[in-house]
């Protein structure tokens, strides 16, 4: 069935970057937008930005923009998104979901989240 | 920036009642790009109803969308067991994609 893997949880100091990927399958990568969330500890849900698997185009939220990047592996069918100079706020779980366009059907399949952790 | 308000921040009611989840926006959300997700503990969201009122695939007949421009309403007809989790709403007409904080239906 539609599933988006997520990478694996990961543990990093203050400063650092992080990548996580969401590798995708029995769907076709390029005829759905994928969007990245993230989710503090015990709170809500927040949007990062999605990318174009077919175009490469991005959009981010602006309160990311300039730390995050988001690409994409056409061949493989792979999202990734990075995120650079990471603080203990940004210990999350983090999600990709895929949406028909930005204005689309809403986000209808997730990947099962990757938990990240930024402590020194 | 659209911010999603949305009440009661917790619900307790009993199965076989009926939930009615409140979302407000501080700006209208044009063409009801407006959807309503379910999470449950250490699980990813998963989307039940978008443009306001059109269920997704799967989604049981008992949970249904509502509301336009500003307000919105999710309602669970008759609640089952698993329906008790968190709720949350979600505007996707205007760039920064937004959330609310979430309703907790909880088991009276």
């Known amino acids: 069935q539609v599933q988006l893997v997520q990478s694996g949880a990961e543990v990093k100091k203050p400063g650092a970057s992080l990548k996580v990927s969401c590798k995708t399958s029995e769907y076709t990568f390029t005829d759905y937008y994928m969007h990245w969330v993230r989710q503090a500890p015990g709170q809500g849900l927040e949007w990062m930005g999605w990318i174009n698997p077919s175009s490469g185009g991005t959009n981010y939220a602006q309160r990311f923009q300039g730390r995050v990047s988001m690409t994409r592996d056409t061949s493989i069918g792979t999202a990734y998104m990075e995120l650079s100079r990471l603080s203990s706020d940004d210990t999350a779980v983090y999600f990709c979901?895929?949406?028909?366009?930005?204005?689309?059907?809403?986000?209808?399949?997730w990947g099962q989240g990757t938990l990240v952790t930024v402590s020194s | 920036e659209i911010v999603l308000t949305q009440s009661p921040g917790t619900l307790s009611l009993s199965p076989g009642e009926r939930a009615t989840l409140s979302c407000r926006a501080s700006q209208s959300v044009s063409s009801s790009y407006l959807a309503w997700y379910q999470q449950k503990p250490g699980q990813a969201p998963r989307l039940l109803i978008y443009r306001a009122s059109s269920r997704a695939t799967g989604v049981p007949d008992r949970f249904s969308g509502s509301g336009s421009g500003t307000d919105f309403t999710l309602t669970v007809s008759r609640l089952e067991p698993e329906d008790f989790a968190v709720y949350f709403c979600?505007?996707?007409?205007?760039?920064?994609?937004?959330f609310g904080q979430g309703t907790k239906l909880e088991i009276k």
């Open positions: 979901a895929r949406d028909t366009s930005p204005r689309g059907t809403a986000f209808d399949i």
């Open positions: 979600q505007q996707y007409d205007s760039s920064p994609y937004t």
